[in-house]
């Protein structure tokens, strides 16, 4: 079964600064990666999705990377903001494209 | 598009009453997911559906969870007989398989709690 962490559980860092969150999975036969944004009680709202096939997607201040050969990839959100404080999970999609397995999410606090 | 709906949002029931969770996905959405979320953890696959048939459920669903999606539209989730480690975020998703762009997009969520 595909083991999915994410380190670190908990991150606090300053307005404007830039940052990076790492999500790392055991089994590389993937078929997508997810990443997510979770604000407290509320369901998921996704973010970026890269493609087995890619290596990187982009949308406004986020970046996320995937390197498959060593089962790790980065989501980068640039010049940080107060409303950017969430949990951030990533969800790794099986090979078949069937099942989707999720980290156990980085808190991310933005300080104004 | 008006996105996945769950309903309701809260639910607070006694231990040994049935509960059950409606999930709206998203229209042209052909796959449907439930997941359960408790504090500090990522959601835990529950059970998903491709149109109306049930093609895979957790080894952790006991006998006590049900799911259907009789017309490949709505779906339905019951828990029967619940127990206090029941409690938590049951959470609802959904995606149209062989799109170019396969993203899972969610609920809100019902939130439960077992008195």
């Known amino acids: 079964k595909q083991e999915v962490t994410q380190i670190p559980a908990a991150l606090s860092v300053p307005e404007g600064e830039n940052l990076v969150l790492n999500c790392s999975f055991t089994d590389s036969a993937i078929y997508n990666l997810q990443w997510f944004r979770q604000d407290p009680g509320k369901g998921l709202t996704s973010l970026l999705l890269?493609?087995?096939?890619?290596r990187e997607q982009t949308s406004g201040r986020l970046n996320a990377s995937l390197d498959k050969s060593s089962g790790r990839s980065t989501l980068y959100i640039a010049a940080s903001q107060p409303g950017d404080s969430a949990t951030y999970l990533c969800?790794?999609?099986?090979?078949?494209?069937?099942?989707?397995?999720f980290g156990t999410g980085t808190s991310l606090t933005v300080i104004p | 598009d008006t996105g996945v709906s769950q309903d309701p949002r809260h639910k607070i029931t006694k231990r040994g009453q049935n509960v059950t969770f409606r999930c709206d996905p998203i229209s042209e959405h052909n796959r449907l997911y439930w997941y359960r979320q408790t504090l500090g953890q990522g959601p835990e696959f529950l059970t998903y559906?491709?149109?109306?048939?049930?093609?895979?459920k957790s080894r952790l669903l006991s006998d006590r969870f049900s799911a259907e999606r009789p017309k490949g539209s709505f779906s339905t989730l019951e828990i029967q007989r619940t127990e206090q480690g029941d409690s938590a975020m049951y959470l609802c998703a959904s995606l149209k398989s062989g799109a170019t762009n396969e993203k899972l997009f969610f609920g809100s969520g019902t939130q439960l709690s077992v008195l």
């Open positions: 969800a790794v999609g099986s090979g078949t494209g069937n099942q989707f397995y």
């Open positions: 559906f491709q149109n109306e048939a049930q093609l895979e």
């Open positions: 890269i493609q087995s096939s890619q």
